[in-house]
């Protein structure tokens, strides 16, 4: 045993009185293998569009897809103040055709390094996009059914899978059919739904952070008790 914990690499941590306090990704997480991309191995990213959060994280990635029509300036902003590379989300249901092409094409000038498709866009945009950009396409997958090996000759190189309940089970699924192939998915609310999503086969896990309304809301009762 003694030998055991002497072989493990001892981690040095520097914090500082302003800094400490950040959102930390569970640390399971770092138990996937990780995706590299032009480099940078990631296994965490935050699922997140609040740059306050976001400049405040030590999570490896952000994953910005946000239920409305994409924007530049909110891309712009995420991007510059993100201390991490941020995959954008660039339409691909309503938002769609020349508009998400055009979306994907100024996010990857501005530095993304990859975009986010939603699950209903169509294989030709997705083959037109591939045209386009130089970065990785990464589609949104919610369901068992779809139809991965389409969309693997359509142009996607990571799969996003986020089917609630089902996440890990849809992984799997993929994971046997495909081997290779990169997987993000989400991790779930538990330390036990993470280790299963990364068993089933994802190589990175999205992590939603609690809201800065909450984060507030502990420091304020930490206020309201020395007062």
Do not use: W
């Not at 037109?128 to 969309?151: G, H, L």
């Amino acid at each position: 045993m003694e030998n055991k914990v002497k072989d493990k690499k001892y981690i040095p941590i520097i914090e500082s009185r302003l800094r400490k306090r950040i959102v930390q990704v569970p640390k399971e997480i770092y138990e996937a293998s990780g995706i590299s991309i032009f480099g940078k191995r990631i296994k965490s990213l935050i699922f997140s569009t609040d740059v306050a959060i976001i400049k405040n994280s030590n999570a490896d990635g952000v994953i910005a897809v946000y239920p409305f029509t994409p924007q530049l300036s909110i891309t712009h902003a995420i991007i510059e103040v993100s201390p991490s590379p941020v995959f954008v989300g660039v339409g691909g249901g309503i938002t769609t055709g020349q508009r998400s092409l055009d979306i994907a094409l100024h996010a990857e000038l501005h530095g993304a390094f990859g975009v986010v498709l939603n699950a209903p866009t169509p294989n030709d945009l997705i083959t037109e996009m591939k045209q386009k950009i130089d970065i990785p396409i990464a589609i949104t997958v919610v369901s068992e059914k779809e139809n991965i090996e389409e969309r693997i000759k359509a142009g996607v190189s990571i799969f996003n899978v986020s089917g609630g309940e089902k996440t890990a089970e849809i992984v799997r699924n993929i994971r046997s059919r495909f081997p290779q192939v990169p997987i993000i998915a989400t991790g779930g609310p538990t330390v036990d739904s993470i280790r299963d999503t990364i068993k089933a086969g994802a190589n990175a896990i999205t992590y939603t952070p609690p809201s800065t309304g909450d984060l507030f809301s502990d420091i304020m009762d930490n206020y309201r008790e020395t007062l």
